[in-house]
């Protein structure tokens, strides 16, 4: 009985500790694309043309933030280097305060990995995250996940 209990919190511990993918090649694990920003995917890569203020929104059934340290991305700038796009996450669809900005560099990719306590929702529950840019821009995102504590 009790190795019998020992390994079902093993197992408990073991699932709440893994990474979420949330963007291979696909979207996964019930994440869906409600963006505003034109998406387009291709393979393992998301190619985004955003008018100012647009945004790639990622969406997922309510789950907690507290299980998480960040969610990571890799991100390529296409037109211009320096460009800014900022990450927020939503809470029950509304933006908490707290947010990120990143630089998208033109000549290659950037791994990004933003902490969840930069974003609000380190303590609480989420339901996605945006990734908007400021200005007209086109950039290409890949390898999205939600990154364990």
Same mark, same amino acid.
Request: hydrophobic content about 35%.
């Given at each position: 009985m009790r190795f019998a209990l020992g390994v079902a919190l093993l197992s408990i511990a073991t699932f709440a500790a893994a990474d979420q993918s949330v963007y291979s090649t696909k979207f996964d694990?019930?994440?869906?694309?409600? #963006?505003? @920003?034109?998406?387009?995917?291709?393979?393992?890569?998301?190619?985004? +043309? #955003?008018? @100012?203020?647009?945004?790639?929104?990622?969406?997922?059934?309510?789950? +907690?933030?507290s299980s998480y340290s960040a969610i990571t991305f890799n991100i390529k700038g296409d037109t211009w280097a320096g460009k800014k796009v900022q990450v927020l996450a939503t809470i029950d669809g509304k933006v908490?305060?707290?947010?990120?900005?990143v630089i998208t560099l033109s000549k290659g990719w950037e791994k990004v990995s933003v902490p969840t306590s930069k974003l609000g929702i380190a303590n609480g529950t989420f339901d996605g995250f945006w990734i908007q840019a400021q200005d007209e821009e086109r950039y290409s995102l890949s390898g999205i996940a939600l990154k364990s504590k």
């Open positions: 694990n019930g994440w869906q694309n409600w #963006s505003w @920003a034109k998406t387009g995917l291709t393979g393992k890569t998301i190619a985004v +043309k #955003s008018g @100012a203020w647009q945004a790639v929104y990622l969406h997922h059934d309510k789950q +907690k933030g908490p305060k707290g947010y990120f900005y």
